[in-house]
């Protein structure tokens, strides 16, 4: 009998003992969670919010910064944030539940939806899930995305932009082809883009913060998009999202972003979407549009999960999710601090030339402009820090210019967590 007390006595304290162990390994990496985003929020230099599980258990969830700086609102936990491209696999999601319901097929050619649309014949459904329809990223100059659109007239101003390539030839990453098929799905079913997402996306998982973007309704609870510069926060463009319907119009919060991760590898959204969405055991997806960042891992086995929304367009969204990553795997962060240099608009006193397209086999061609005596890629400004170096606020890079003999100017732009090449052309 005593022996029998001492094996569960000793049991028990084993047990307390592992638990205690894992709570203290879940409070630690929470721990550093907390300070690496919380140093780089005090600097100004992270806004949004970050949540991480380890086990299935939501073991950190906190939001930083302003949602609006204006008036000094900060964000909180269920703030709605623009989730940018994280769209695209909850459009996904509902071409697999539809392909379930016999309502579309990835063979199908686009023309049995969109009978006038060029080259329809030639574009499938599984082309335009897969970005291999040849459609181009984006159809319009910035100054139009400031419009409202329904998902029928995006659908005409794709029709109007040229094919990039043949279709099914190559890869080019597309928002605007999910935008079309975003527009088929509509077709396929009878319902809105909208009513798609709350019936197949946001119901099943528990999303209750997450909306499609209209931009003629108040969207409680809305953070204001900001850029980062010399100055601090600055208002990032305006733009009317409608325009990424299906690619880049949701807006939810960190937590729902989370819940989306978890529906998928749980399998609430099917068999179907799981296995098309999750590889290498775990779920990734992010997105970056004008002044919004958003990123989300979800290992199947749920061992650790963290979703992460700023709504400040700025590098340091790198260093927080590199870091979060390297902290729920157990590791150190290897950077968690930002460090900008001096600027010198001296050393740099002829700007044109660098000035002209860049092209790079992996990340496409970029322009180079001369902006108000301020060099611009996109609407990306670039500080002049030493001669023939300048240093960018959005991926806290610095873009180096060389011109080697008898070779054209090689742009370098290297980051905390990328370095790219491009070339100058003729």
């Not at 409608?242 to 989370?258: N, Q």
């Not at 050393?347 to 000035?355: C, G």
């Not at 180079?368 to 060099?375: D, E, H, K, Q, Y």
Request: hydrophobic share 40%; with cysteine; proline share 5%.
């Amino acid at each position: 009998m005593k022996e029998c007390w001492f094996n569960t006595f000793t049991t028990t304290l084993l047990l307390i003992a592992f638990f205690s162990a894992s709570a203290i390994a879940q409070n630690a990496k929470a721990e550093k969670i907390d300070r690496l985003v919380t140093g780089l929020a005090r600097t100004g230099h992270f806004s949004g919010t970050v949540v991480a599980s380890e086990n299935g258990k939501v073991i950190y969830e906190k939001a930083f910064g302003y949602a609006n700086a204006d008036f000094k609102v900060p964000n909180a936990a269920n703030t709605r944030i623009g989730i940018a491209s994280i769209t695209k696999p909850m459009t996904s999601v509902i071409l697999f539940r539809l392909i379930g319901e016999g309502k579309v097929r990835l063979e199908d050619k686009l023309s049995k939806y969109i009978p006038d649309f060029p080259s329809g014949d030639k574009i499938t459904v599984d082309m335009l899930h897969r970005h291999r329809s040849g459609i181009p990223h984006r159809v319009m100059p910035p100054e139009q995305e400031t419009l409202p659109y329904t998902s029928a007239e995006m659908v005409e101003k794709v029709k109007a932009a040229k094919l990039a390539f043949e279709p099914g030839a190559e890869r080019l990453y597309s928002s605007a082809g999910y935008t079309v098929l975003a527009r088929v799905l509509e077709i396929a079913s009878g319902r809105s883009y909208a009513e798609l997402l709350n019936t197949y996306v946001f119901a099943p998982a528990g999303m209750r913060d997450s909306v499609d973007y209209d931009g003629v309704k108040i969207m409680e609870r809305r953070a204001q998009d900001y850029m980062l510069d010399g100055d601090g926060y600055r208002n990032a463009a305006l733009k009317d999202y409608s325009f990424l319907i299906g690619a880049g119009s949701v807006y939810g919060t960190a937590m729902d972003v989370h819940r989306f991760a978890e529906a998928l590898v749980g399998g609430k959204y099917g068999t179907e979407a799981a296995s098309g969405l999750v590889r290498d055991g775990a779920f990734a997806a992010s997105g970056s549009t004008n002044g919004h960042r958003s990123y989300v891992e979800m290992k199947a086995d749920r061992s650790y999960g963290f979703a992460i929304v700023s709504n400040l367009g700025a590098g340091s969204f790198d260093i927080v999710q590199a870091g979060v990553k390297q902290i729920m795997e157990g590791k150190e962060p290897t950077v968690t601090t930002v460090s900008v240099p001096k600027f010198d608009p001296a050393a740099n006193p002829d700007l044109s030339k660098f000035t002209g397209k860049y092209k790079s086999p992996q990340s496409g061609e970029i322009e180079i402009v001369n902006r108000g005596g301020s060099l611009y890629s996109s609407d990306i400004r670039l500080y002049s820090v030493k001669p023939n170096c300048f240093f960018d606020f959005r991926f806290f890079g610095e873009a180096c210019f060389t011109k080697p003999d008898d070779a054209p100017v090689t742009l370098v732009w290297k980051g905390p967590t990328f370095s790219l090449t491009w070339v100058k052309q003729p």
